[in-house]
């Protein structure tokens, strides 16, 4: 299987930036879907970004576009979120996860298959 380790949450004031990790091992494919998903308390999951690993395409959600980014270093077999002003609204569990068949790249957080633990992000 494929073993995802999150790290880069923290907490942060308002306008601030945060850059979150997720290392991927194991079992994984040349190339595969990772996404980043956020979770608020008494909230459903929900999909922030995706990436086909190996230098394929990005995908947003429409709420965050325009002050995420997601990126990869190949070499590291490592994704990144790269958050930039911050808002109390984005305060969640953040969670990576990975797709190794079927789905589409950037749905819904059941045709992802492995999950890493999640980190904190809180914005004051």
């Known amino acids: 299987h494929v073993q995802l380790v999150e790290s880069g949450g923290g907490s942060v004031q308002a306008g601030g930036s945060l850059r979150l990790s997720c290392a991927a091992s194991?079992?994984?494919?040349?190339?595969?879907?990772m996404g980043w998903f956020r979770q608020a308390p008494g909230k459903e999951r929900e999909g922030v970004a995706a990436?086909?690993?190996?230098?394929?395409?990005?995908y947003y959600a429409n709420p965050v576009k325009d002050r995420f980014t997601i990126s990869e270093d190949i070499a590291l077999n490592t994704v990144y979120l790269q958050i930039n002003s911050l808002k109390p609204e984005d305060t969640a569990l953040y969670y990576c996860?990975?797709?190794?068949?079927?789905?589409?790249?950037?749905?819904?957080?059941?045709?992802?298959?492995?999950w890493g633990q999640g980190t904190q992000v809180t914005v004051s």
């Open positions: 996860a990975a797709m190794t068949d079927g789905g589409v790249c950037g749905g819904p957080p059941f045709e992802y298959k492995f």
């Open positions: 194991g079992h994984t494919d040349s190339s595969m879907c």
């Open positions: 990436i086909w690993t190996g230098g394929g395409n990005a």
